[in-house]
């Protein structure tokens, strides 16, 4: 028995050229109102930009059989990337106009298996520190009742982007 999804994304390069003139929280929340396009991303795993603020992002999506790995649970991978996008997005929150943000690495903790029953999953993250060329910045996974799910840190590096 086959199933499938379709999905659609918008061009990516519109954001990406606008990035650099807004500070990371006015674009982020550009993003969020639909008035920038989302990241392919997004509209790939069925994930929301939810909420967004000084040092803080989340995220959430409903875990479906399309997130599977072969065992019949989530994939670490869509973990990782809720994970990677909050904190990042974390980072971004607080940079000014003209500046973006690379990960640099992830750790990711995962202490709980995530499957279609667990219901909406989301991804909150925060600034730890942010310096003049990286920032350290943190995220959880947590269901519906705030059990954690996972756990993640990372640094990011910092760097100008053409205005």
């Given at each position: 028995?086959?199933?499938?999804?379709?999905?659609?994304?918008?061009?990516?390069?519109?954001?990406?050229?606008?990035?650099?003139h807004y500070s990371g929280l006015d674009f982020l929340r550009e993003v969020q109102a639909g008035r920038l396009p989302a990241p392919p991303i997004t509209a790939t795993l069925g994930m929301t930009l939810d909420?967004?603020?000084?040092?803080?992002?989340?995220?959430?999506?409903?875990?479906?059989?399309?997130?599977?790995?072969?065992?019949?649970?989530?994939?670490?991978?869509?973990?990782?990337?809720?994970?990677?996008?909050?904190a990042g997005c974390a980072v971004q929150s607080v940079l000014p106009p003209a500046m973006g943000y690379t990960s640099?690495?992830?750790?990711?903790?995962?202490?709980r298996p995530v499957t279609v029953d667990t219901g909406r999953i989301r991804a909150v993250g925060t600034v730890f520190n942010s310096g003049r060329r990286t920032a350290l910045a943190q995220a959880e996974l947590l269901d519906e009742a705030d059990r954690l799910l996972a756990h993640t840190t990372s640094s990011c590096l910092l760097f100008p982007v053409p205005v």
């Open positions: 028995m086959g199933r499938s999804r379709t999905y659609d994304w918008e061009d990516p390069a519109v954001s990406a050229s606008a990035v650099g909420e967004v603020e000084h040092g803080r992002a989340v995220f959430s999506l409903i875990p479906g059989e399309e997130h599977y790995n072969p065992i019949g649970s989530v994939h670490g991978g869509v973990y990782a990337t809720l994970l990677d996008s909050a640099l690495d992830l750790n990711v903790k995962f202490l």
